[in-house]
């Protein structure tokens, strides 16, 4: 069973820079696992913040953006605001049409 | 403009099965490299991929519930209906349909607002 593994929970100071990662329970992840972000807040469905490992999706602010970093994949938000404050979710691609979500990142902007 | 509206019961018995419906717009399912894919959230916890359905009514499901979902197209209604059978307390969630493409591998891009559904005796 792939488990897809995330931060629980980070904190960033308003203005700061935090990096969240996306890793695989077994092995590391590359680009051909084309992993994607998503940001969602209370009481709404995620939005798509990056896919294809560093393509932002329209009308995203540059200030997100993603990567590999090393054995994972990255979302980087540089300058964070307060309204950043949300659960981040990446998703690795697996093959034949199926998906595997991570377990989110709760993160906190104080 | 694309939109996914799912639907049906909020409260069902354990053992009992769910069926639920995405009715969507803008887009139609018989076209070549468009897919719906449903995907669950427990209250406070992560979301969770179920299953897709492509164009040409090709079917992939999570391996760990594949023995209990089934996924259906209606082309001309542009619908799209999931079923889940045996259901159990732990299956309480809010359950999204998403639009994908095969340019990304069928990634959720655009999704519904999600509907809830309590399992519960």
């Known amino acids: 069973q792939t488990v897809v593994t995330q931060e629980p929970s980070f904190s960033v100071s308003p203005g700061g820079t935090v990096t969240l990662t996306c890793g695989l329970s077994s092995g590391s992840v590359s680009a051909s696992y084309y992993p994607s972000w998503y940001q969602q807040t209370p009481g709404q469905p995620p939005r798509t913040l990056i896919y294809s490992t560093n393509a932002r999706s329209s009308g995203v602010p540059d200030r997100f953006s993603g990567s590999i970093l090393g054995n994972k994949a990255a979302l980087t938000i540089t300058g964070a605001q307060a309204d950043d404050e949300s659960d981040y979710y990446c998703?690795?691609?697996?093959?034949?049409?199926?998906?595997?979500f991570g377990g989110g990142t709760e993160l906190t902007v104080l | 403009q694309i939109t996914l509206k799912e639907s049906g019961p909020t409260l069902v018995k354990p053992t009992q099965t769910l069926t639920l419906t995405c009715t969507f717009s803008?887009?139609?399912?018989?076209?070549?490299?468009?897919?719906v894919v449903w995907i669950r959230q427990p209250p406070g916890k992560a979301l969770e991929w179920l299953a897709l359905?492509?164009?040409?009514?090709?079917?992939r499901y999570s391996p760990s519930l594949k023995s209990r979902l089934t996924i259906t197209k209606d082309t001309s209604k542009n619908q799209v209906v999931l079923t889940m059978t045996n259901m159990d307390p732990v299956d309480t969630a809010t359950y999204f349909c998403?639009?994908?493409?095969?340019?990304?591998?069928?990634?959720?891009?655009?999704w519904g607002q999600g509907t809830l559904v309590t399992v519960s005796s």
């Open positions: 998403a639009h994908g493409t095969s340019n990304t591998y069928y990634r959720p891009a655009k």
């Open positions: 359905i492509y164009w040409d009514d090709d079917k």
């Open positions: 998703v690795l691609y697996m093959g034949s049409g199926i998906w595997v």
């Open positions: 803008g887009f139609s399912l018989s076209t070549s490299g468009v897919g």
